[in-house]
């Protein structure tokens, strides 16, 4: 098995792009916070700050306890896209780059003399050259080298900050050993948890797990088929975006046929697509709505944003695409909604925006208490303009009391 991949991700990213620009920043500790507000949370986190405990995640006041003095740096969205375009293009003078990954990740696939590991170890280098001659000092990197794109990104994430690591196939399972298994891409908390019941703590039972074992852990056979290929060093391609659609229809009930009722139906339409959206793990880059009306006329419409998978957005997407439809076709009898263009979470980056990834992780608060207090528990309520209508009076009148801060 060849070394197939370099993977180049970019160390403390938003932080660095801090200190790049702000060289009176450098050599302080430096959080990245969506506003400059002591009760939001870092978002990004520089080493010198995480060596004194600081986490992405911390709430700037702890960070401001943890760590006297620190720089906090409002978040630039639009300043990461540009300087991240410069990187790629930096990146592609020395090596072709295969893949973006996300706003601070990159493969490249290595090709004939390219997977020798000294030629390999060149290439890495000269990028980490490349970088600082046309980005400075501040912008550092970490390069793995591996026989695959998640055993390469291991190896990247093996010596950060500015390292350059390589995972040879024969140094496989053992050079993966003394990693957690949180280290892994795919296993978060929430996996963490299910392997624990399983009986694996560590990497080298998880790496003794056979395919069958894993897909029981994984709760699907796919991933695990996919996953334990990749363990073994093998090249997988991604996996294909077999579903292509979320949606829904429904046929009004009588006292439903009025713009009203129409509204609310679909708005609770959308409330279960997304949350299908969330639990199968994908995202969705456009939503069509449609109706039929009871005379037999026919109307959709749609949009495209930005991949993502909260509730909210949607929502607000629906209200603007709602006041297209025609008002002097009758009443309506059919509402129908899709969410199309769906990618993987794994292929989805994650919106720059703070205030968007504040939205899904609202979503997925919001699937949480729905999952355990019953599915209307709490949805979106002033916003969808259906709090008028008769069958959907839901929005927070039965929330259970839960406070997230001590829960
Ligand atoms: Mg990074």
């Not at 390069?143 to 140094?171: F, H, Q, S």
């Not at 996996?191 to 797990?209: A, C, I």
């Not at 046929?257 to 339409?269: E, H, I, K, N």
């Amino acid at each position: 098995m060849p070394l197939r991949y370099l993977f180049v991700d970019m160390n403390a990213y938003f932080a660095s792009v801090e200190q790049h620009d702000h060289p009176e920043w450098r050599n302080r500790p430096l959080v990245v916070v969506p506003v400059e507000a002591r009760t939001s949370s870092c978002i990004a986190v520089n080493y010198l700050a995480k060596a004194r405990g600081v986490r992405v995640g911390s709430p700037v006041w702890e960070a401001e306890k943890l760590c006297p003095g620190v720089v906090c740096a409002p978040a630039r969205p639009e300043r990461y896209v540009e300087i991240h375009k410069e990187i790629v293009r930096a990146v592609g003078r020395c090596i072709p780059v295969t893949k973006v990954m996300s706003i601070d990740e990159m493969a490249c696939s290595l090709l004939g003399a390219e997977r020798e590991p000294a030629k390999a170890e060149d290439i890495a280098r000269s990028i980490k050259a490349e970088l600082r001659h046309s980005l400075g000092e501040v912008l550092t990197c970490s390069i793995g080298v591996g026989p695959n794109v998640m055993l390469a990104k291991i190896a990247g994430d093996m010596k950060k900050p500015d390292g350059l690591t390589v995972i040879r196939p024969e140094e496989l399972p053992d050079r993966l050993y003394p990693l957690k298994i949180t280290d892994f891409p795919g296993i978060g908390p929430r996996m963490e948890k299910r392997f624990h019941r399983y009986g694996v703590t560590t990497t080298r039972e998880l790496l003794q797990l056979k395919e069958s074992a894993l897909a029981r852990v994984w709760g699907s056979r796919v991933h695990a088929e996919r996953w334990f290929h990749l363990l073994q060093g093998e090249d997988v391609p991604d996996l294909p975006t077999r579903r292509r659609t979320v949606g829904h229809s429904h046929v009004l009930p009588p006292a439903q046929r009025t713009p009203d009722g129409s509204r609310a139906v679909m708005v609770r339409l959308i409330h279960k697509a997304c949350a299908r959206l969330r639990s199968i793990g994908y995202w969705a880059g456009a939503m069509a709505i449609g109706l039929r009306f009871t005379e037999g006329v026919k109307w959709h419409t749609a949009r495209q944003l930005p991949h993502c998978q909260d509730t909210l957005q949607w929502l607000l997407a629906f209200g603007e695409m709602w006041d297209e439809r025609p008002t002097d076709a009758g009443p309506p009898l059919q509402v129908w909604m899709t969410l199309t263009d769906l990618k993987p979470a794994e292929a989805a980056t994650p919106s720059l925006i703070p205030q968007e990834r504040q939205a899904t992780a609202l979503s997925h608060a919001m699937d949480a208490i729905n999952r355990k207090f019953g599915k209307h528990a709490v949805r979106f309520g002033g916003i969808s303009g259906a709090e008028g209508a008769a069958p959907m009076r839901i929005p927070f009148n039965h929330i259970p009391k839960i406070n997230p801060a001590t829960n």
